[in-house]
């Protein structure tokens, strides 16, 4: 990634949280938004989940249309209301739930 699609994809978001959030300090966050550092592939990725939601920046095409949303809600393909994290996580406890009674 460019310095300038660096900057594109964090524009409107401050420096300082994206520091903490990454884990570095400003001189490094700087020598990436300048280009004179190259950005690790895993920062970016972090980024792309982080700032556009975007799963399949880490799951590869299987996972395109799937996405975190800024309320921690997750989009899937060809559903029209984001799923919230209590239904994933039920969905976790009822699939456990039916493999012991089938014991």
């Keep these: ?20 959030f990454l884990g570095v300090g400003a001189a490094t966050f700087r020598r990436w938004k300048t280009g004179k550092a190259r950005i690790p592939e895993a920062v ?3 980024l792309h989940i982080k700032l556009d939601g975007d799963l399949s920046s880490i799951g590869g095409k299987d996972w395109e ?15 029209h209301r984001p799923i919230p994290p209590r239904r994933i996580a039920a969905m976790f406890f009822f699939e456990h739930e039916q493999r012991a009674s089938d014991l």
């Design 1 to 20: 990634m460019q310095a300038e699609e660096f900057r594109d994809l964090v524009a409107g978001v401050g420096d300082t949280y994206l520091c903490q």
């Design 44 to 46: 970016i990725k972090l």
């Design 65 to 79: 249309g799937f996405a975190i949303n800024r309320d921690g809600t997750l989009t899937l393909p060809l559903f």
